[in-house]
């Protein structure tokens, strides 16, 4: 398979009109190439890292495994738009094309559709006639429109709460400029699922409107990959459909196979019904396509910890974080590997990592650490949960799903039942990982366990392990 990378855009333009106009043509460059099956397309997160990078195109094409790389410019005055653009080996680093696009902005996205099948042509690369037309067709767009739509999928990737508020802002303003602008639907569909996740919104609000707002670019454009995937999440994650989730991740995959994120979600998908394997293979496709990301190879190591695989686990944590070594997820996920492989000094010292980067005082972290040497992990287990009582007396903000862990992980069940009863009422997404995730294994003997798989639609029997 061909594979190529595609550096951030330079801005000619001095970026004074909007900064983050030439990463939002970028991104949506590359998702216009990753829609070619016969090509390995690098995605946004990680040819973010070669912005302003001194590295050379060899350096850059071993790091991110391609054979071909894309650098351009672009120009912006007014409402028109200047490309220059140069496709180089990335062995010999030698040019192999270069060519000029420019017109009004208002036809941007017929230009990027242009550019993509140049590029194809250029390493000859095989386009099926679904994709030739779908790289065919003129789509003028009003420019306002695609500056906030574009700027909302920047905002979008930040994922931090105000990322999230402001990229759903500008994903209404485009919509409220054009109604059948399909890709600020599926962008707001994105935004909702994500402040779902997150916990800033509960899921009985926000999944119900990113389902709507996903029907809705679906039913504007049949064809956008973008659309597909936050409703696969929806029918996955809260409606529990698994079937109709299987056929929304399947037809995404089929319109944009370089999805970095349909291969995430799929992934997980498949791992809530013990299919590990099939879970890995989709997982290893996004770090193919993501390889110098933090948060591709943090996954992968989540997915293996999810089918008990915990020396790989481990080892693929620790590649997340050469790339991210200050990461409070991986240091966190790395911590839940060593605990649940038996390996608990290595636990807990990963823990207090953990811990001191999340900002935990350090009397709170002496606390754990001397439950730990007194008491052993049950100890450690009950220090947690006693912190997090007191955070949620001060706060009002209860986790059912994290308190159940907590009860898990000390054997009570009583206690955890209660707990998942909880986030069952509140469909909390995490329940889809009940089946496979190893902090529930001491649960899974009890008839109640059976009987909450069942309620989660997850009645396949729980699935086979290899450590």
Not at 11 to 27: C, I, V, Y
Not at 293 to 309: F, M, N, P, V
Not at 403 to 431: H, P, V
């Amino acid at each position: 398979v061909a594979s190529i990378a595609v550096l951030p855009l330079v801005d000619l333009s001095g970026g004074q009109r909007d900064p983050d106009f030439a990463d939002g043509m970028t991104d949506e460059l590359i998702t216009h190439l990753a829609q070619i099956r016969a090509l390995r397309v690098i995605s946004p997160a990680s040819t973010a890292r070669y912005k302003n990078t001194r590295k050379s195109l060899k350096q850059i094409g071993d790091e991110l495994n391609v054979r071909s790389i894309v650098s351009a410019s672009v120009f912006r005055s007014g409402s028109h738009v200047r490309l220059n653009v140069q496709l180089a080996d990335a062995r010999t680093e030698q040019t192999l094309w270069a060519n000029r696009y420019e017109g009004p902005m208002q036809d941007v996205v017929t230009l990027q559709n242009e550019l993509a099948r140049s590029i194809a042509e250029q390493i000859a690369v095989s386009m099926t006639p679904a994709e030739q037309r779908r790289l065919s067709r003129s789509i003028p767009i009003d420019p306002e429109v695609y500056d906030a739509y574009t700027k909302g999928r920047v905002f979008l990737a930040k994922e931090t709460g105000e990322g999230l508020s402001r990229a759903m802002s500008y994903f209404q303003d485009a919509i409220d400029r054009d109604p059948t602008y399909a890709k600020a639907y599926a962008g707001l569909a994105d935004a909702y699922n994500a402040m779902t996740f997150y916990g800033m919104l509960i899921p009985s609000d926000g999944c119900p409107r990113a389902r709507q707002a996903a029907l809705e670019a679906i039913r504007l454009d049949p064809e956008l990959g973008e659309a597909h995937v936050p409703l696969a999440y929806v029918y996955s994650q809260y409606d529990w459909d698994w079937s109709r989730a299987e056929a929304e991740y399947r037809r995404a995959l089929d319109l944009n196979p370089n999805f970095d994120g349909a291969h995430e979600f799929y992934a997980e998908h498949l791992a809530a019904q013990g299919r590990i394997d099939e879970a890995i293979a989709q997982v290893k496709k996004r770090v193919e396509i993501d390889p110098v990301s933090w948060e591709a190879h943090e996954e992968y190591g989540w997915i293996l910890y999810l089918g008990h695989r915990y020396g790989a686990a481990v080892a693929e944590y620790k590649n997340a974080l050469d790339l991210a070594p200050d990461s409070v997820s991986t240091l966190e996920g790395l911590a839940d590997v060593y605990a649940a492989a038996g390996r608990n000094d290595e636990a807990v010292a990963a823990y207090d990592a953990w811990a001191a980067a999340a900002g935990i005082s350090g009397e709170s972290r002496t606390k754990l650490t001397r439950a730990y040497a007194q008491l052993g992990m049950r100890g450690y287990w009950a220090e947690r949960l006693k912190m997090e009582q007191a955070e949620t007396a001060e706060t009002g903000d209860v986790w059912p799903f994290r308190m159940a862990t907590y009860y898990a992980l000390l054997g009570d069940r009583d206690n955890a039942f209660s707990w998942l009863d909880k986030a069952f009422q509140e469909r909390s997404s995490r329940m889809t990982l009940l089946n496979v995730n190893p902090i529930f294994d001491g649960l899974r003997s009890d008839a109640r366990f059976q009987a909450l798989l069942a309620k989660v639609g997850l009645t396949h029997g729980v699935a086979g392990y290899k450590s």
